[in-house]
């Protein structure tokens, strides 16, 4: 089993920046790609960025290319997101995830951490 927390949400003004932070652990050497999912009120989850294993490779979603990088530390157990120029719409409870399989389903899910941005 992995267990991941997320941190770092709150309330900002639009323009302005937060990081996210999602700490993993339990069977972290199983993990082979991690993610960032929202959810805004009303509408489905939808991926934001993923990570490999390595950091060798990354993705975005086009919504948020150019403003938010992802990020991994292997030797904490870490994964950051990092929002710029943050939009109302980017306004949603974020959620971690883990795979243990490469393409295959996120099977770990942090609780979610609020994030409110303010027009």
């Known amino acids: 089993q992995v267990q991941l927390v997320e941190s770092g949400g709150g309330l900002v003004q639009a323009g302005g920046s937060l990081r996210l932070s999602c700490v993993a652990s339990?069977?972290?050497?199983?993990?082979?790609?991690m993610g960032w999912f929202r959810q805004a009120p009303g509408k489905e989850r939808e991926v934001v960025a993923a990570i490999s294993r390595t950091g060798g490779s990354t993705s975005y979603a086009d919504s948020v290319k150019g403003r938010f990088t992802i990020s991994g530390d292997n030797a904490r157990n870490t994964m950051s997101l990092q929002m710029n120029s943050l939009k109302s719409e980017d306004t949603a409870v974020y959620y971690c995830?883990?795979?243990?399989?490469?393409?295959?389903?996120?099977?770990?899910w942090g609780q979610g951490t609020q994030v409110t941005v303010s027009s």
């Open positions: 995830a883990a795979r243990t399989v490469v393409f295959a389903r996120y099977e770990y």
């Open positions: 339990g069977r972290t050497f199983s993990i082979r790609g």
